[in-house]
């Protein structure tokens, strides 16, 4: 059967990897939706290239922009509105497969539609997971979605499992893994002193080293918060605890990640820092099918290094973990901070240095007394609450520079 794939923010990043993947492989799967915030003349040429039914725009100011900016010699394609729109087209019964490739918490509400119509979701955003892991998780578990993790680290971990627990949402580790090792590239600033952090620019923090990817997941590497929220991923994607989760900073890039087993063995999955490799992977599974990718040259590439990550100038590494060790509450905290804390950042509202300074108060101040997390409401009035705090002290910090 061939597939008829969703892309939720085709914009982006990972979004324009999945398009390129699709169209190498048409005799297997095909686009049917298309979504994007902004840049509507963009989405209008991936649709017309693409040939997607549905396209999912913001609002109708947007409407009219994706109207006006279409060329092509056919109708245009059904358009849909807003987060109900994402919601309505992730559960599409026309649609198999749903790239989930919104950036943040943006991303959960559609995310949570797909595995509720119980579709093969393609999890590139991990931000969902932070916010409400264990809802998500239990809505794949409850409608038989099929969940595969495309954030590189989590698709190699998924790779390496032994075949009986390559399933969608585990409740518990597989008995015979003794720790998921998860590999960091250490970013930008892997090597810069810590007083100097205080004064990077947006520009320097997001160029990444190794991986080109959107302007918030660059900062989350530069600030390494992204390596925390892959450690939450992680927590709930494979049913791991904290202390089974180790980083290990990798500056090549070519380890993805690392799976260890009671035996001492220790399975790697190796490829070029190239998303279009877990895209294909989540695509094709249990097919190999091309990526785009040419051939890697490990005499070229020569060596492979790793060292343990440095919590002092990566305080977000820490609250990440500290989250986790916490409460379900401090990571939606740390979550919505981060997000509040980056726009901030980029917008040159408030300093690299800030970032962590503003999710260690978010994490502090906001309403710890809420345990029960277990409805998406209660989560999305913690995140609101949290944005609020993180924004109200974004001003104070936007006073003192
Ligand atoms: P990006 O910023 O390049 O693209 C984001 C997409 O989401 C765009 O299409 C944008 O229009 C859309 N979008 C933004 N805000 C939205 C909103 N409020 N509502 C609806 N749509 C919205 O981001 P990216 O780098 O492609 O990352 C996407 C997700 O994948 C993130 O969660 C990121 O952490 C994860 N991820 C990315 C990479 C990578 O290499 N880029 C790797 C692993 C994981
Ligand atoms: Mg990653």
New binding site residues.
């Given amino acids: 059967m061939i597939q008829s794939v969703c892309i ?10 999945t398009l390129d993947v699709i169209a190498r492989n048409p005799d297997r799967m095909q686009v049917y939706a298309l ?5 509507m003349t963009e ?1 209008a040429q991936q649709a017309e290239q693409s040939g997607a039914k549905v396209v ?1 725009v ?1 609002d109708e100011s947007a409407l009219k922009s994706f109207t006006a900016a279409w060329t092509a010699n056919r109708p245009l394609p059904e358009i849909r509105l807003g ?1 109900q729109g ?1 919601i309505h087209t992730a559960a599409d019964s026309a649609v198999t497969t749903v790239m ?5 918490a ?2 959960l509400e ?1 995310a949570l539609a797909a595995a509720k119509a119980g579709k093969r979701i393609l999890l ?5 997971l932070v916010a409400a892991g264990g809802i998500f998780m239990q809505a794949v578990r409850d409608h038989g979605a099929q969940l595969m993790p ?4 989590h698709n190699a971990m998924y790779q390496c499992l032994p075949p009986e627990a390559q399933i969608s949402a585990p409740t518990a580790a597989h008995p015979s893994i003794q720790r998921l090792l998860l590999t960091a590239s250490g970013g930008p600033f892997r090597q810069t002193d810590a007083a100097a952090l205080h004064y990077v620019t947006p520009a320097q923090a997001c160029n990444h080293p190794n ?8 900062v ?1 590497s530069a600030t390494m918060v ?1 390596k925390g ?1 892959e450690v939450i991923e992680a927590h709930w994607l494979f049913a791991m605890p904290a202390d089974k989760i180790q980083v290990v900073v990798h500056p090549q890039s070519i380890v993805h990640s690392m799976v260890e087993y009671t035996d001492g063995s220790i399975l790697a999955q190796l490829g070029q820092p190239d ?1 279009r490799t ?1 895209i294909a992977y989540g695509l094709g599974f249990p097919a190999r099918i091309p990526s785009g990718l040419g051939l890697m040259d490990l005499m070229k590439l020569g060596r492979l290094d790793f060292s343990p990550p440095d919590f002092h100038r990566f305080p977000c590494l820490k609250l990440a973990f500290d989250a986790l060790n916490s409460s379900q509450a401090a990571c939606v905290a740390l979550n919505a901070a981060n997000e509040i804390a980056v726009e901030c950042f980029l917008n040159e509202q408030i300093r690299y240095t800030d970032i962590a300074i503003m999710i260690a108060h978010t994490m502090e101040t906001v309403d710890k007394a809420r345990h029960d997390l277990s409805d998406l409401a209660a989560v999305l009035d913690l995140d609101h609450q949290a944005r609020r705090i993180a924004e109200q002290y974004a001003q104070t910090l936007q006073v003192a520079h």
Avoid: H
């Fill in positions: 939720l923010g085709s914009t982006g990043s990972i979004g324009k990897s979504s994007a915030f902004s840049r989405l999912v913001p987060t994402l989930a490739a919104i950036v943040g943006a991303c559609p590139a955003n991990k931000e969902s495309i954030d590189s680290e991986w080109s990817m959107g302007r918030k997941i660059s989350d992204n929220l998303m877990p």
